[in-house]
Structure formats: C-alpha cells, structure tokens
C-alpha cells in the first residue's frame, strides 16, 4: 500500500508560516498583508470558495477585502474594480475568482491585474517569467506551486533522472506544472485529449500528475510500481452508499487500486485541494513583502 500524501497537513504547515511571516512583517515594518477577493454572480460553489479564501487569509493575520458584486455586473465596472484595487496600496493580492458569469470575458480583467499583485499567477507576465524559469520574481499559479511542494516532500528538491507525466495541459494547473517539474530537472511528458496510449505513456512516470477533470479515469495498471501520483481532479459523483441524493467528491485517479501500486499517492479531498488556498496565501505574503521591500520568505 502506497503512502498517502497529508495534504492537510502539509497545507497546515504553510499557513502556519505564513502566520509567522505576516505577524514579523507588520512588526518591522508596520505593513499588514492585504488581499482583496472578487466575486461576481451568484453561483453558489464559487461564494464557497471565495468565503473560505477571505476566512484563511483572516487567520493568517491578513487584511481581508471581499467585493461581492451582483450578477449583471459589465466588463467595465469589473476592469474599473481591477484599477482601483491595483492602485490601492494596502492591497498586495488580488483574485477574480473564475468562472465569471458567461457575459463577462476573464481573460482582459485577468490581464488587467497588476503582476505584481497576481496572486494566482495566471496573468501573461508571470506566466511567461515561469515559463522562461524565472521562478523567484514571480508568482505562481497556486495549486501547481502546492503540488510541487507535495512531490518535494517525497522526491526532495532536485528530480533529475525522474520521468514526470502530466495528464492535462490548462493554463490555470496543466502547463505551470509541467513547467515547475521541468525546472526541478524532471524529464516531463505533457499528455491531453489528443495523446496516443496514454496507459503507455504513465506506465514510464516515477512521478504521474493527473488534472484532468474525470473521476477514476487513472486505473492501476497504467501506473509504474512505486511511482508518485498526484491527483489534482475534483470531480462531485453520486454516492447513493451515503444516502439518497448524496455526493462525494473523488479525483482522477482510481485511488484504491492505484494505491495498491504506487509508492506514494494523494487522496482526494485532502491532496492538493487544501494547498490551493495555503499557496495563494503565500503569494499575498511574497507579494506584500516586495512592496514593503523585505526579503522574501521560502515555502
Ligand atoms: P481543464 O481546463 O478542463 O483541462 C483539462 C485537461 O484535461 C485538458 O488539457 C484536456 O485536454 C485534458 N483531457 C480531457 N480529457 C482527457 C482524456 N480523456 N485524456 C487525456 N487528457 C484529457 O481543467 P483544469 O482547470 O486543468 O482542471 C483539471 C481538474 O483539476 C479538474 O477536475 C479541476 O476541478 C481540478 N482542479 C483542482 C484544483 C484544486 O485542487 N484546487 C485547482 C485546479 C483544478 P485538451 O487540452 O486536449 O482538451
């Protein structure tokens, strides 16, 4: 049986240094971490979120900004929203959470946030100073930066030698990932929809990345004995075994009899999941530390 990955855990550890952080910044320099949420409509999953990120960010001791705006909100009242928060100098990270109701187009108002103040690492610049190695002026996209941190609790920092497989290749967790692996020395195999025998080529992952978005699509035997699987998908499936009507949520990969060959695995939920938000408050950190021009702290 694999070792499981404690995502919970490991996320944990972060907060709890980023508390650290945050409570010695404002005590040198009188600068308290601020990060303003941004949240149109009314869709419920997404209010979800964005109330635990606000909630977190709370608990690390952050200024925490949330704008609730209604569903018929325009492109341009949001980019105007954008513009102000960029020029506001109590606020060091900003998020839009996606999706945005289908009216609205994400990517401008995506573009529009300041790099600097990018905490999900998806605009052009920081996306491309990754993608040219850059990895210390940046800021990365969170759930790969927290995927990494779980594949360094196993393999350590240098992966050189090791074969990784990424299944999904999305700007939001796809490519940033392949990405940080590459840079880590890993010899990566981005994989997608139109890859051939894709059984084949995770069969050759040491370390097996799947986000992709359907459930228990990864089976045992497309796994390599002892590899490292790390399962980004959340995916909500009925689960009738919990009562009618009831969910559950399951990753990509068919955790148990994957388990069964992997040397060390993520479950879902409590993977990569809790590291998403644990990473987004270590962006707002990093970031509130340039503006205050400090050095910045590792994670
Ligand atoms: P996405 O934008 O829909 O991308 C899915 C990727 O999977 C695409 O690159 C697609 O290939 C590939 N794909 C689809 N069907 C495939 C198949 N049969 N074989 C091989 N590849 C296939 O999704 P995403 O935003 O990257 O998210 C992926 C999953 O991760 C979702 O379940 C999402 O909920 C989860 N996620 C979790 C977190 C978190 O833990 N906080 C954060 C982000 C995402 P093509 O490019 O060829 O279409």
């Known amino acids: 049986m694999a070792f499981v990955i404690d995502g919970k855990e ?7 240094a980023v508390s650290e952080a945050a409570a010695s910044l404002e005590n040198l320099t009188g600068t308290k971490p601020g990060l303003a949420v941004v949240i149109v409509g009314d869709d419920p999953a997404s209010h979800a979120y964005v109330n635990s990120k606000s909630r977190m960010a709370k608990q690390c001791g952050f200024n925490s ?22 020029a506001d100098p109590a606020v ?4 839009v959470q996606l999706p945005l109701p ?5 990517e401008p108002v995506i ?22 190695g850059d990895l210390a002026s940046g800021l990365i996209s969170c759930t790969p ?16 030698g090791l074969n990784a497989v990424v299944i999904g290749r999305s700007n939001l967790f796809g490519k940033p990932m392949g990405l940080l692996l590459l840079s880590a020395n890993a010899t990566v195999t981005m994989a997608h929809s139109k890859s051939r025998d894709l059984p084949a080529i995770c069969r050759n992952a040491d370390i097996l990345v799947a986000a992709v978005g359907r459930p228990g699509m990864v089976k045992a035997d497309w796994v390599k004995p002892g590899a490292t699987i790390i399962d980004v998908g959340i995916n909500r499936v009925p689960a009738p075994e919990k009562g009618e009507g009831k969910n ?5 990969v068919a955790f148990a009899e994957c388990a069964e060959i992997a040397g060390a695995i993520t479950p879902v939920p409590g993977g990569v999941g809790p590291m998403t938000i644990a990473m987004l408050m270590a962006n707002t950190l990093i970031a509130a530390h340039r503006a205050a021009g400090r050095p910045i702290p590792k994670f």
């Open 10 to 16: 490991a996320a944990a550890s972060v907060i709890t």
């Open 65 to 86: 900004i949330q704008h609730s705006l209604p569903e018929e909100t325009t492109q341009e009242e949001l980019e105007k929203l954008v513009r102000e928060l960029n």
């Open 92 to 95: 060091h990270g900003i998020l």
């Open 102 to 106: 289908k009216h609205l187009n994400s």
């Open 111 to 132: 573009g529009s946030i300041s790099p600097e103040k990018d905490v999900d690492g998806l605009n052009v610049v920081n996306a491309g100073k990754l993608a040219t």
């Open 145 to 160: 930066a927290g995927a990494m941190i779980l594949v360094n609790k196993i393999h350590g920092p240098d992966l050189s």
């Open 248 to 252: 559950k949520l399951v990753g990509d």
